[in-house]
T-cell receptor, first 112, second 114 residues
């Protein structure tokens, strides 16, 4: 089945720094999604990408859908303490019955 | 509320007992997923319902796990003869059929098997 690879498992950055997270796949996806999970809560959608090469921003977040359709990255600029959490990438093939596949997530820690 | 609702939010049970976890998806969402998240781990896919199609059960870890979705809305995940390794947060999510694939998650049901 499809697998999404996220690494490293954990990242530690200083407040104010930028951070980039990558997600790669052995399969081609037609939708890429980035989610963030705060402790004790369910994941919440951050950014959705629907077209190869698409670059989308949401405040301090920027994400891109790779040209090969096998990868995506998420950038967080000027990190703040509330950016702490687990960041998941997810990919979906076309078709109404296609399920979403998630990566294992990256736990981000921000030092004040 | 308008979001995905899960109950119970916390469940403590003894090894060997059966448990049922419930999910109320967002109204109008025909796709429903169950995921399991162990402590500090990622999202493990369990089962996927899409409209009236046969569910994708490929992620269920054993035959002790089953799920059903009645009337295309509420779903129940049942774990029979619970084991300690079943302890985890069980997350439910829903999305629009034929939509853009954006899942909306509930807050999860935390299961602890003693």
């Amino acid at each position: 089945g499809q697998q999404l690879n996220q690494s490293p498992q954990s990242m530690f950055i200083q407040e104010g720094e930028d951070v980039s997270m990558n997600c790669t796949s052995s399969s081609i996806f037609n939708t890429w999604l980035w989610y963030k999970q705060d402790p004790g809560e369910g994941p919440v959608l951050l950014i959705a990408l629907y077209k190869a090469g698409e670059l989308t921003s949401n405040g301090r977040l920027t994400a891109q859908f790779g040209i090969t359709r096998k990868d995506s990255f998420l950038n967080i600029s000027a990190s703040i303490p509330s950016d702490v959490g687990i960041y998941f990438c997810a990919g979906r093939l076309t078709g109404a019955n296609s399920k979403l596949t998630f990566g294992k997530g990256i736990t981000l820690s921000v030092r004040p | 509320g308008a979001g995905v609702s899960q109950s119970p939010s916390n469940k403590v049970t003894e090894k060997g007992k059966d448990v049922e976890l419930r999910c109320d998806p967002i109204s109008g969402h025909t796709a429903l997923y169950w995921y399991r998240q162990s402590l500090g781990q990622g999202l493990e896919f369990l089962i996927y319902f899409q409209g009236n199609s046969a569910p994708d059960k490929s992620g269920l870890p054993s035959d002790r796990f089953s799920a059903e979705r009645t009337g295309g809305s509420v779903s129940t995940l049942t774990i029979q003869r619970t084991q300690q390794e079943d302890s985890a947060v069980y997350l439910c999510a829903s999305s629009l059929s034929g939509g853009t694939g954006e899942l909306f998650f509930g807050e999860g049901s935390r299961l602890t098997v003693l």
